[in-house]
Each structure stands twice: as C-alpha cells, then as structure tokens.
Nanobody, 124 residues
C-alpha cells in the first residue's frame, strides 16, 4: 500500500491550498481515509475523514467551515481543500487509511497506513 501526499507549501494568512493523497496497492472501497496534522511540539491530530463508499465526511472543529475533504474514486485520490488558512494551521499534514473504521472519523491509534507528510506553512 502506498499513500502519496502532495500539495503543501507556503501561503499567507487567508490563503488556500489543496492537498492530494494518491492511494494504491489495495482496494479502498471499505475504508475510511483522511488527514491528520502535526505541528512542532504537538501531538498528531485528526483533521478530516471521508468514507470511501458514499463519501460521507467528518471534520475536526478546527477544520469545519474552512476545509473540505473529497475523493475521486477513479483516481484513487483524496483531497483536502483548505481555505482561509491561519498561522495555527501550520503543520505537517499526513494522509491515512483505516480499513476497519465504520464511520468517517479516524483515531490515530487505529490507522493502518500513513502517507509521508507534506508541510503546510501559513505566514502571518
């Protein structure tokens, strides 16, 4: 299984970025996939998750109203559209998959695979 994340970068406060995570190696039809982030000196935290089948999404409070998670079944790719970015969004963002999850919420202790992180830096 491979999860290839991309799309991070440097953006000013109020700007937007779109992260992508291309998945391969196994069927994801029964999985929940999503995004976590880890800021320096902090624990990795859940940002958003999506059920591959049906596309139902769930967001952390910090992401609600600003971030949108989506998936492209044909491309086996999930996306995280991030708008109205704030300096506190600065972190390394990781995509992840859990095949046993039954909802669109993800627990970092139950993740089966992690992608390599992509750095998002929001300047003030």
């Amino acid at each position: 299984v491979q999860l290839q994340a991309s799309g991070g970068g440097l953006v000013q406060t109020g700007g937007s970025l779109r992260l992508s995570c291309a998945a391969s190696g196994r069927t994801f039809r029964t999985a929940t996939m999503g995004w976590f982030r880890q800021a320096p000196g902090k624990e990795r935290e859940f940002v958003a998750g999506i059920r591959w089948s049906g596309g139902r999404a769930y967001y952390a409070d910090s992401a609600k109203g600003r971030f949108t998670i989506s998936r492209d079944n044909a491309e086996n790719t999930i996306y995280l559209q991030m708008n109205s970015l704030k300096p506190e969004d600065t972190a390394v963002y990781y995509c992840a998959v859990d095949w046993e999850a039954t909802t669109q919420w993800l627990n970092k202790d139950d993740i089966d695979y992690w992608g390599k992180g992509t750095l998002v830096t929001v300047s003030s």
